[in-house]
């Protein structure tokens, strides 16, 4: 059997076989895979009224110790986005009254941010949704070939510089 990326590297092979397309083989199946099951995320994440960066804010406040309180640059670099994506995410969630920013009492020009009861329930309700949807987009691989390719990208991750 043959994916697309099979396809591709054939039609190099026969245009240009004097370069090595061997990356393409694993970089072009990640960048598939990355548009295919965002795909599937969006569509869980909109079932619940939610975006995937909204969910991203939610989740990491809740796997967060409890009271489940972060800083803005907590959460940049927990949930990996910019100053001003968290801005951005915190004030439509605020809104929404899923979140709320209160001055940190060490330092009056600080803030930290927090679920609400309405931000905790509706992360708790989406999660387990979440879960079952990348449950079932892995479900062609048995456990020992997800602990392996979960490694695998692990070490990938280590080698650009994604580490904590």
């Known amino acids: 059997m043959a994916d697309h990326v099979d396809h591709v590297l054939d039609q190099w092979k026969t245009q240009r076989p004097d370069l090595d397309v061997s990356p ?3 970089l072009g ?3 598939r895979l990355s548009r295919l099951v965002g ?3 969006h569509r869980t ?3 619940h009224g939610l975006d995937a960066a909204s969910f991203d804010v939610l989740a990491t ?3 967060s110790p409890p009271p ?3 800083t803005p640059t907590e959460l940049m670099r927990d949930a990996m986005v910019t100053s001003g994506a968290v801005t951005q995410r915190l004030d439509r969630l605020e809104a929404r009254g899923l979140v709320t920013r209160t001055p940190s009492e060490q330092d009056r020009r600080a803030v930290t941010v927090a679920l609400t009861n309405e931000g905790m329930a509706l992360v708790e309700q989406v999660l387990p949704d979440h879960v079952a949807t990348e449950h079932r987009l892995l479900a062609a691989l048995p456990p020992t070939d997800r602990a ?3 490694g695998l990208l692990r070490d990938l991750l280590e080698s ?3 580490t904590r």
């Open 29 to 31: 199946r990640l960048s």
């Open 39 to 41: 795909a599937e995320l």
């Open 45 to 47: 994440f909109a079932r």
């Open 24 to 26: 393409m083989a694993v």
């Open 68 to 70: 489940h309180r972060l």
């Open 160 to 162: 650009l510089g994604d």
């Open 61 to 63: 406040l809740r796997r």
């Open 148 to 150: 392996a390719l979960a």
